[in-house]
Every structure is written in C-alpha cells, then in structure tokens.
C-alpha cells in the first residue's frame, strides 16, 4: 500500500477529463495535478518545446513525492514520454498506449481514425504504437484543432461544433474506419457531437478511460494502491486559476477552491 498522490499534468484543463476518469475508477487515490495554463496550447508547439515543458513539470510533481506520472495530455505523450520516464524514479503512463490498444481491441475491419492536435498527428505516435501491436491495421489521422478553442468556450452540443465535427470528419469517413480514436484531452467532451457524425457504426475510443484502467493494473502490480482514506486532490497552474475553476467546475462532479500559482519555469534547474 501506498498513500502518495498520483502526479497528472496536461497543458491546461483538458487533463481534467482524465483526472475525472481517475476519480471515477480509482477513488481512494489522490492526485497533485498541474495545468500549464500559461503556455497553453502544446498541440501547435515543437517537440523540442513540450519535453522541455514536460520536464519542468515532472521535477515539480516529483518534489510533490508521487508515486507515479500520467502524462494527460496527448500531445506531451506522443512527444514527451521517454524523456519524462528517463527522468524521474516512478511509472510514468502516457494516454497513447492505453489509447491505442483499446482501439485495437475494438476494431474488426482494422481500420483505425485518429483524431488529435497536429503535433500529435505529426508526430505519428498513434499509427507507430498501434502498428507495433498489431502489423495489419490500418491507421487514418486527422488534424482538428478548432475542436480545442470550441470545448473550452463551452460550446459542446452546438450546431457549430457539428458543422466543424461534420468538415473535418468527411474524409476520415470515406476511409470506412470501423473505430474513431478520440486522440485530444478534449473531444471526449465532444463525443455526443462527434458521434452525430460518425453514426452508430464506429466505435469511439476514450483515452483518458483507458488510462485510468492502465494506471490502476499498475499500481496493483507494484502493491502500490492507497487505502482511501485521507484522499485529496490538489491543483496546480502556472497562470489562469480563474478560468482553470470555472472549467473544472462543468467537468469535476464538485467545485475546487484550491488553485495555486507555481512559476513552473523555476523547474528547468531541477530537471
Ligand atoms: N491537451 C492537448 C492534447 O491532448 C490539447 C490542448 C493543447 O493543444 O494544448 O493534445
């Protein structure tokens, strides 16, 4: 048994939507989680940059002592994990992998959609994780950046949401993938919308579902669950912890007042 916090990071508050599935399935955890609400969003950002994000916050989440790392956000996993993992003593899991062999599990015509920022896309990690499991698929991406702008604008079951979801889904559609990847922090909380499109024949894969499944096999494995009872979760930010509150308050079954200020750059000496 162990009592120390499980670290989370995102580039703002996408993460949330994984934090919340960690809640769901893992209750008796805790978690420290750290939004990098100033330099959001990673999505258009150079690899380079986002392992030198990535590892500002892995010092801090490890001077908060936790017993492992989940790497939220989608595009810090498909650039970031190994540099993270080869850091700091603890498991770090990524939403990739777990991501990746739910919708190799899901598919029967092994044709896979991912859809995701485009440094995700760019970076390939989806097609190579899902490619390294099972040689036969398939793999379409798609690029939808103006998903992340209208989720946080609050803009969820809008026509406009549809009608972006209906543009950017066209092509991926006359691929015939039987399985949609919803491979962004975000478009989970656009599924309904997304699954207007995509109809009742294509089965959409949450990530951030599968890695708090992953997370719990592994802390199972090391004996490392905690035992429930002094659970707390703590939120960090490196600005915004206004509209950091506000957006947790429509995601997390209950407010939080506890939003503190970290100068996350003061961690690059530490990496
Ligand atoms: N969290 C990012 C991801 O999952 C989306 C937002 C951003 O571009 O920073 O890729």
Same mark, same amino acid.
């Given at each position: 048994?162990?009592?120390?916090?499980?670290?989370?990071?995102? =580039? #703002?508050?996408?993460?949330? !939507?994984?934090?919340?599935?960690?809640?769901?399935?893992?209750?008796?955890? =805790? %978690?420290?989680?750290? #939004?990098?609400?100033?330099?959001?969003?990673?999505?258009?950002?150079?690899? *380079? !940059?986002?392992?030198?994000?990535?590892?500002? %916050?892995?010092?801090?989440?490890? @001077?908060?002592?936790?017993?492992?790392?989940?790497?939220?956000?989608?595009?810090?996993?498909?650039? +970031?994990?190994?540099?993270?993992?080869?850091?700091?003593?603890?498991?770090?899991? #990524?939403?990739?992998?777990?991501?990746? $062999?739910? +919708?190799?599990?899901?598919?029967?015509?092994?044709?896979? #959609?991912?859809?995701? !920022?485009?440094?995700?896309?760019? =970076?390939?990690?989806?097609?190579?994780?899902?490619?390294?499991?099972?040689? *036969?698929?398939?793999?379409?991406?798609?690029?939808?950046?103006?998903?992340?702008?209208? /989720?946080?604008?609050?803009?969820?079951?809008?026509?406009?949401?549809?009608?972006?979801?209906? $543009?950017?889904?066209?092509?991926?559609?006359?691929?015939? %993938?039987? !399985?949609?990847?919803?491979?962004?922090?975000?478009?989970?909380?656009?599924? $309904?919308?997304? &699954?207007?499109?995509?109809?009742?024949?294509?089965?959409?894969?949450?990530?951030?579902?599968?890695? +708090?499944? @992953?997370?719990?096999?592994?802390?199972?494995? *090391?004996?490392?669950?905690?035992?429930?009872?002094?659970?707390?979760?703590?939120?960090?930010?490196?600005?915004?912890?206004?509209?950091?509150?506000?957006?947790?308050?429509?995601?997390?079954? &209950?407010?939080? *007042?506890?939003?503190?200020? /970290?100068? %996350?750059?003061?961690?690059?000496?530490?990496?």
């Amino acid at each position: 048994m162990n009592n120390a916090p499980i670290g989370v990071f995102d =580039s #703002g508050v996408g993460g949330l !939507t994984v934090a919340r599935e960690i809640m769901r399935q893992l209750p008796a955890e =805790s %978690i420290v989680y750290f #939004g990098d609400m100033a330099r959001v969003p990673y999505g258009s950002k150079s690899k *380079d !940059t986002i392992i030198s994000f990535s590892r500002q %916050i892995a010092a801090f989440l490890m @001077e908060k002592n936790v017993k492992a790392i989940v790497i939220a956000c989608n595009t810090a996993s498909a650039f +970031a994990l190994e540099a993270v993992s080869d850091m700091v003593d603890v498991s770090v899991i #990524g939403v990739i992998e777990p991501g990746a $062999r739910a +919708a190799n599990n899901a598919t029967k015509s092994k044709r896979i #959609g991912i859809i995701a !920022t485009e440094g995700t896309v760019k =970076s390939g990690s989806y097609s190579k994780v899902l490619h390294r499991i099972n040689p *036969d698929l398939q793999v379409f991406a798609k690029a939808c950046p103006l998903f992340v702008p209208l /989720v946080e604008e609050g803009w969820l079951y809008d026509e406009i949401t549809k009608e972006v979801a209906d $543009r950017y889904l066209y092509d991926l559609l006359s691929y015939d %993938i039987d !399985t949609l990847v919803l491979g962004c922090t975000h478009y989970p909380l656009i599924r $309904r919308t997304i &699954s207007k499109v995509t109809g009742d024949g294509i089965t959409l894969i949450n990530p951030a579902y599968e890695t +708090a499944k @992953e997370l719990e096999k592994i802390l199972e494995a *090391d004996d490392m669950r905690a035992d429930g009872v002094n659970v707390k979760n703590e939120y960090y930010v490196s600005d915004g912890a206004d509209r950091f509150k506000k957006f947790a308050a429509s995601i997390l079954p &209950s407010d939080i *007042d506890n939003v503190n200020y /970290v100068n %996350i750059e003061r961690y690059e000496s530490k990496c």
